[in-house]
Nanobody, 121 residues
Framework: QVQLVESGGGLVQAGGSLRLSCAASGSIFSINVMGWYRQAPGTQRDLVAAVTSGGNTNYANSVKGRFTISRDNTGNTVYLQMNSLKPEDAAVYYC???????????????WGQGTQVTVSS
């Protein structure tokens, strides 16, 4: 099995910064895409940012220029640097990974447990 463990959420004032981390562990052959999604109460879970194993990134329009996604050298940990935070960024942030557990196997999606980000105005 594969586990995704997130950390780094918390309470911050508007204009402040937070850095989220997500470490994948378990039976991993390779991870293609790792990303961050967020879900505020009463809304759907939406993509915030994603990064491929080759380093290509994709961002939601609402966070471009403020958030930066990156992966470590092992490729199994993903970070989300969030700057200039706004009250509308408040949500539960979920880590996601597209994992292959063996060379010939399918790609499976795994989710972290979520970490709360609260932004005070």
């Amino acid at each position: 099995q594969v586990q995704l463990v997130e950390s780094g959420g918390g309470l911050v004032q508007a204009g402040g910064s937070l850095r989220l981390s997500c470490a994948a562990s378990g039976s991993i052959f390779s991870i293609n895409v790792m990303g961050w999604y967020r879900q505020a109460p009463g809304t759907q879970r939406d993509l915030v940012a994603a990064v491929t194993s080759g380093g290509n990134t994709n961002y939601a329009n609402s966070v471009k220029g403020r958030f930066t996604i990156s992966r470590d050298n092992t490729g199994n940990t993903v970070y989300l640097q969030m700057n200039s935070l706004k009250p509308e960024d408040a949500a539960v942030y979920y880590c996601n990974a597209e994992v292959r557990i063996r060379a010939s196997g399918p790609t499976l999606r795994y989710w972290g447990q979520g970490t709360q980000v609260t932004v005070s105005s």
